[in-house]
């Protein structure tokens, strides 16, 4: 039987130290104050899928244990925007986050407390020790199972508090929308049915009669149809209350609206022969239920089309990884509601390959979906994270939030966490090969315009193609709209000044005049804009930057790797079919890496690196396959046992010096 990791040397806890506290009612916490609660620490960065995923991960336990746990959110920012406090406070509200924060930009507690990746978990006894350090996702389980364990033992030793945490809740944003994320255009003639039959339909006529635009309310938890003024509600669909739910999504007459969203994200409306064969209108990438939703226009009814609900990990089914990095791309089901997806972000429609393509965040993936067949496939992305071109199946993506196509069939992808503009080149017979316009990898980021190999951009999370061919991208972190022309590879600045604008679409109704206009969805204003594309494009050179993380000194020559991980009580590792391990290693640049790289199994590895490369950065991802319950007789896992796969990829910069570490340890789910 496995063992619940836990210190072998009593290791004292570090203060808390950041430039202030958010969800505390303005008050400081500190180790002190925080005496006889369970403690538990989750490093996270707004911008980070895994971060997002992992605060829905530990609200159960949040639930379950509020007496004696006492979850610390340690907000230690990758971008620079991320470091702007009324940024954080937003993201705070926006993500819903039910416990204290700590504003930690200049990285002291991540430090203090050796994180090298977002996210990490960090649990503190109530005495004030570290029990366990943790990274990536996929621990709720094992916490499930320590969390009691301390609780039986301080509660013996007399050492536990019971009683209310210190959360405060901060005061609630309201407005008709809320943290909007993506918008689609409604021509006229579609979308208006239902509020026709609910108020005689002369004014949603006239509102709707250069067509109407429909918005994610994502902070809502439910869709909003706006008139072209914007101000103007022509209908709503869903409840408002997050959760998962078929059914009616509009009021009509007395019937209640039932579907439940939980924060919808991008939307894609079918071409009208083919919604008039599936039933549904509008296809919707509800993020946190990890499912495309179906929505009628014509009834206001909404459908499950693909998702089973769980969220899918990266070796779901054929998809793994062989030992080149290549990833399994082609059809993984024709049983739609069989496939776990993983924070759908954005869909549009392909006429090359006629279906709805899908922006899976979650695993750095792209997908589609044929609706009228249900069949879902993987078109391209092997799942790891980074900025890799090629054919699909060997292209990384990091985290994928927007999508547009071009007039020759190309997809447009808005990558946010390389901060890149990539594309995806759609042969004839459909074969996909995957480019970059803009960015150069995971911690590279700015706001420069220019030629587009030396341009930089910041979390982009939409896009969209311009009449002229152009590509406009919605540049999150930078507040702005960008431009990037294909014929000239270069790339300038429409708009500025805008706050988190989370898409951009363009606008030919000519509702506001006779040009065509931008359409920003200005998220942390709560808002749809009109842009002009302007005639003349700015050009803004604030500089490039990187990630800035402290690095490790370490010796050329021999290098030994170690990740440490130790399943959880009630978990073995599943040697079923070999070694439950993995590692997969490579460097920036890939001189630096003489020998030990690829992807082999176990966690221990000997690399070797150059004399002759001053610094760099190692990537490492590390896996670990596990399954509950108790062992058999002859030690074997137990038949439709539930698994688990632990991962996590660290991006470790080093600072090669003679008088460096020879070792390098990491904690999968480990022990400082």
């Not at 130290?17 to 960065?45: H, M, P, Q, Y």
């Amino acid at each position: 039987m496995s063992e619940t990791v836990r210190t072998q040397h009593r290791v004292r806890a570090s203060e808390l130290v950041g430039r202030n506290w958010l969800n505390t009612g303005g008050k400081s916490l500190d180790l002190e104050a925080l005496r006889g609660k369970i403690v538990l620490l989750d490093f996270w960065t707004f911008c980070c899928i895994n971060c997002l995923h992992v605060l829905d991960e530990l609200r159960p336990l949040e639930d379950e244990f509020s007496d004696v746990l006492v979850t610390v959110g340690v907000h230690s920012p990758k971008f620079e925007h991320e470091a702007d406090p009324v940024a954080l406070a937003a993201a705070v509200e926006r993500y819903e986050i039910h416990h204290p924060v700590l504003d930690d930009p200049e990285l002291d507690t991540w430090k203090a407390y050796t994180a090298r990746a977002w996210p990490t978990l960090v649990v503190i006894d109530p005495e004030g020790y570290i029990v366990a350090h943790l990274s990536g996702e996929g621990h709720a389980d094992g916490l499930a199972v320590l969390i009691p364990e301390l609780i039986a033992e301080h509660e013996a030793k007399g050492t536990l508090h019971r009683g209310s945490g210190p959360y405060v809740a901060p005061e609630a944003t309201s407005g008709t929308l809320r943290f909007p994320g993506k918008a689609l255009f409604l021509p006229a003639g579609r979308g208006a049915a239902i509020n026709k039959a609910s108020d005689g339909g002369a004014s949603v006529d006239a509102a709707a009669a250069h067509g109407s635009w429909l918005v994610t309310d994502t902070g809502h938890h439910r869709l909003v149809q706006l008139g072209t003024d914007f101000h103007t509600v022509l209908a709503t669909f869903g409840s408002g209350t997050k959760g998962h739910a078929d059914g009616p999504a509009a009021a009509v007459d007395s019937v209640k609206p039932t579907a439940q969203f939980n924060e919808p994200q991008g939307l894609v409306l079918l071409p009208e022969d083919l919604a008039a064969k599936t039933g549904y209108d509008v296809v919707i990438a509800d993020s946190v239920n990890h499912r495309l939703r179906g929505l009628s226009l014509a009834d206001g009814t909404v459908t499950t089309l693909v998702g089973s609900g769980v969220q899918r990990l990266l070796e779901t089914g054929p998809a793994r990884v062989d030992e080149d990095a290549a990833g399994f791309t082609g059809k993984l089901s024709e049983h739609p509601l069989e496939v776990s997806l993983s924070s759908p972000w954005d869909v549009v429609w392909s006429t090359k390959l006629n279906a709805v393509v899908i922006a899976m965040a979650g695993t750095h993936q792209i997908f589609s979906f044929d609706p009228l067949t249900g069949a879902v496939a993987i078109v391209a992305g092997n799942g790891l994270e980074g900025l890799q071109d090629g054919p699909a199946h060997e292209a990384w993506f990091a985290q994928p939030s927007g999508l547009a196509e071009d007039a020759d069939g190309s997809i447009w992808v808005a990558d946010s966490e390389t901060s890149a503009l990539r594309k995806l080149a759609i042969d004839d017979d459909g074969t996909v090969t995957v480019e970059s316009a803009v960015g150069k990898g995971l911690f590279d980021f700015g706001f420069r315009d220019g030629a587009a190999a030396d341009a930089r951009l910041q979390h982009p999370l939409g896009v969209t193609v311009l009449p002229d061919g152009s590509v406009a991208i919605a540049d999150t972190y930078n507040g702005a709209v960008r431009r990037y022309d294909p014929a000239t590879k270069t790339v300038s600045t429409l708009a500025r000044g805008l706050a988190e604008p989370s898409d951009v679409i363009v606008d030919h109704t000519q509702a506001a005049g006779a040009e065509p206009l931008l359409i920003v969805v200005e998220a942390n204003k709560h808002q749809l804009v009109y842009v002009p594309i302007p005639k003349e494009a700015q050009q803004v050179d604030e500089g490039a930057a990187q990630t800035h993380r402290p690095k490790s000194p370490i010796a050329p020559g021999l290098l030994e790797l170690t990740v440490r991980f130790t399943a959880p009580t009630g978990q073995k590792l599943d040697d079923r079919w070999g070694d439950p391990t993995q590692l997969k290693i490579s460097s920036t640049p890939h001189e630096l890496l003489v020998a030990g790289g690829g992807t082999s199994v176990g966690l221990l590895r000997t690399l070797e690196l150059a004399s002759d490369i001053p610094e760099g950065v190692l990537h490492i991802t590390a896996r670990a396959a596990a399954c509950d319950g108790p062992e058999t007789e002859d030690g074997e896992i137990p038949d439709h046992a539930a698994c688990h796969l632990y991962q996590q990829d660290w991006g470790i910069p080093v600072l090669m010096t003679s008088d460096g570490d020879t070792e390098l340890v990491l904690d999968l789910r480990g022990m400082d």
